[in-house]
Each structure stands twice: as C-alpha cells, then as structure tokens.
C-alpha cells in the first residue's frame, strides 16, 4: 500500500501534489502540527520526524527531492521526470535541488513569523536577512520564467511542484509584485487541479494563518 505522511502546507506538499499529478492511488495521512513527531514509532519513518514520508511497498523516504525522483523513476509513465540521456535532465535534477535553496530560507522565515510565537523569540535581523535572501532566489527563477510557462522550456515536469511549493511559501514573505514570471507561474500552478487538491480543505489546521506576513517595523 502506498501511503504518504503529510501536514497541510508544510513541505511534504510538494509529494501530494506530485502523487495527484501522477494519478496514483494512495492513502493519506495527515499530521497535526500540534503532535511531535519526534516519537519511536514515526522516526522508523522519519528519522528526524519530520513530514513527509513516503511508504511505498517495501521503499520508505523521507526527504521531498528523493520522493520526487523515486516516483518519476519508478512510475516513468507520468512522463514528468527527464531521464539520463534526455537533453533537459541536469536542468531537471538543478532545479530540484534549488527548491531547497528558497526551501532554507522559506523555513526559516516560518519558524520567525509562525512558529516563535512571542516577539523577544524572534530576530528581525536574520527576518530581514531571510528575507533579502528568499527574494533573490525568486529573482533566479524570475529569470528562469522569461518566455515559458514552467521550469522547463519543454512544459510542466516534476520538479514544478517542488519549486511550486517553495514559490508558494515564499509569497507569504515576499511581495510578487516586482515579480510578474513569478506570479504568473504561481497563478498557473494554483490553477492545476492537482495543486488544488493539496492546499487545505476548509476546516483543516493550516500553517500559515495570514496571507501576507510583514518583516517587523524596527
């Protein structure tokens, strides 16, 4: 049975959505932010438990990049991986791995914003810091956009629902206004009906609580 370990908005959206875009059957199971994971049971998953985790068969993953390519290798039907040999790949496999680039930053700026819940937790240093930061990545990507729809000049692949997510994240941080490729791509994802069905149903714990999270006024 396959079965994936998920909590709303966190990064083990990237796997949902990816696993809707491959139309593959699965279980679901979400986790309450309130409950730590870091318990002997989940850590036989999630060493450092954490979402996501993916169970497929006798495979079990734990980190986003490697569900990613686990599922297009495994399922190349989908067609949303770009295999050895295909002229796009090393783009592909780059910018897989740059999702985690905006995704260190992006983490960052949620623990300040949404997990230190009191203000003398926080740094506004590192907060503006991040910030600056998280902006420059999607100045890459903003490049990247210019004249395409994804990533990839070929169309949408795998890798768009882990720089998805990560674009996702970052527009609660960082205005897109001077941004259009960016917001545009975001738009366009947020259309699919696969991205659709990995935000959180009404009702469901959620991560971010504000549309917009604005840097401390000091």
Known sequence: MRRLHHGWESRSTRSLALLYEMGLEFELVVHSFRAPLYNDAYRQLSPAGRVPALEDGDVTLFETGAITEYLVETYPESRLGRPVGHPEHWHWVQWLHFAETIGQHLATLTQHHVVLREDWMR??????????????????????LEGQDYMLASGFSAIDTNIGYSVYGAARFVRLDALPNVAAYLAR??????????????????????????????
């Open 123 to 144: 740094s506004p240093t590192v907060m503006k810091y991040e910030t600056m930061r998280l902006g420059r990545t999607l100045g890459v990507l903003e490049a990247a």
């Open 189 to 218: 994802l947020l259309a699919r009906p696969a991205f659709q069905k990995a935000l959180p149903p009404k009702g469901a714990e959620r991560l971010y609580l504000k549309e917009f999270y604005e840097l401390p006024n000091v």
